[in-house]
């Protein structure tokens, strides 16, 4: 799991050290070394096991570990997939690092493409936030978006839907990912903590209709069920979904 982070998003609290509660994103038991992280690989293999992913509680591509950790699965299990999720600042910078490093598949959390809306979703980015700061994370996940396509990753957009900020946003997410060559859109209800806890979850009717809508767009991934950061498991297939206690 990646500790730290370079962008604050207002609906986000991580947490390093919860067990028996807190089943949701940005949530770890504890931090692994590169070293632990292989020696947990081994221990799940005979469960499935045929993805192994780095997804926080932080964000992967500015913690070093991760590089090291993906080196020495790679070497270890070739044919396992590796995933790395991330909220791709860094992503046209480290794609040809991942490449080479054998992920197969990146996950990256696009909310808008819109600066104005970025502003009202972050809090700060690398220690900032402001207009130009805003427009360069877009351009930097897009751009992101397409050095991993160009290098034969697959990647999936998640995007979180916040009622009166990202409603009618998500299908232009869709429309500009897609261009970049994502294959698929991970539409995911808000989760009320941070700056965020004094707003509202999207209603189930609310997400079909936008899933809808970015449908006609890119294919809809419908089986997420917003799992913490050390969870082993199959989505979609009930209790075999579980988060590591």
Same mark, same amino acid.
């Given at each position: 799991?990646? *500790?730290?982070?370079? %962008?604050?998003?207002?609906?986000?609290?991580?947490?390093?050290?919860?067990?028996?509660?807190?089943?949701?994103?940005?949530?770890?038991?504890?931090?692994?070394?590169? #070293?632990?992280?292989? #020696?947990?690989?081994?221990?799940?293999?005979?469960?499935?096991?045929?993805?192994?992913?780095?997804? &926080?509680? &932080? !964000?992967?591509?500015?913690? #070093?570990?991760?590089?090291?950790?993906?080196?020495?699965?790679?070497?270890?299990?070739? +044919?396992?997939?590796?995933?790395?999720?991330?909220?791709?600042?860094?992503?046209? *910078?480290? &794609? +040809?690092?991942?490449?080479?490093? &054998?992920? @197969?598949?990146?996950?990256?959390?696009?909310?808008?493409?819109? =600066?104005?809306?970025? !502003?009202?979703?972050?809090?700060?980015?690398?220690?900032?936030?402001?207009?130009? %700061?805003?427009?360069?994370?877009?351009?930097?996940?897009? @751009? $992101?978006? !397409?050095?991993?396509? +160009?290098?034969?990753?697959?990647?999936?957009?998640?995007?979180?839907?916040?009622? $009166?900020?990202?409603?009618?946003?998500? /299908?232009?997410?869709?429309?500009?990912?897609?261009?970049?060559?994502?294959?698929?859109?991970?539409?995911?209800?808000?989760?009320?903590?941070? *700056?965020?806890? $004094?707003?509202?979850? =999207?209603?189930?009717?609310?997400?079909?209709?936008?899933?809808?809508?970015?449908?006609?767009?890119? =294919?809809?991934?419908?089986?997420?069920?917003?799992?913490?950061? +050390?969870?082993? $498991?199959?989505?979609?297939?009930?209790?075999?979904?579980? /988060?590591?206690?």
């Amino acid at each position: 799991m990646a *500790e730290h982070c370079n %962008v604050q998003c207002r609906y986000c609290c991580r947490e390093v050290g919860i067990t028996y509660h807190g089943y949701r994103p940005a949530v770890t038991k504890e931090i692994m070394t590169p #070293e632990k992280a292989v #020696e947990r690989v081994f221990q799940y293999m005979n469960e499935r096991l045929k993805v192994v992913g780095i997804a &926080g509680p &932080g !964000e992967p591509l500015c913690n #070093e570990a991760t590089f090291r950790t993906l080196s020495l699965v790679h070497d270890q299990f070739s +044919d396992l997939i590796l995933c790395v999720a991330t909220n791709g600042l860094l992503l046209s *910078e480290k &794609g +040809d690092i991942l490449a080479d490093l &054998g992920v @197969k598949t990146v996950t990256v959390t696009v909310n808008t493409v819109n =600066p104005e809306t970025v !502003e009202k979703i972050y809090a700060h980015i690398q220690g900032k936030i402001n207009k130009k %700061v805003a427009e360069t994370f877009v351009e930097k996940q897009l @751009k $992101g978006i !397409e050095v991993c396509t +160009d290098n034969g990753i697959l990647v999936k957009v998640n995007s979180i839907l916040i009622p $009166g900020i990202t409603m009618n946003e998500l /299908e232009e997410v869709a429309v500009q990912s897609r261009k970049r060559g994502a294959v698929l859109q991970n539409i995911t209800p808000l989760i009320p903590l941070g *700056e965020f806890s $004094g707003l509202r979850p =999207p209603t189930c009717e609310e997400i079909q209709l936008v899933r809808k809508k970015c449908e006609h767009i890119l =294919p809809q991934f419908r089986l997420c069920k917003q799992c913490r950061a +050390d969870a082993v $498991g199959v989505p979609g297939l009930g209790d075999v979904v579980f /988060e590591r206690m």
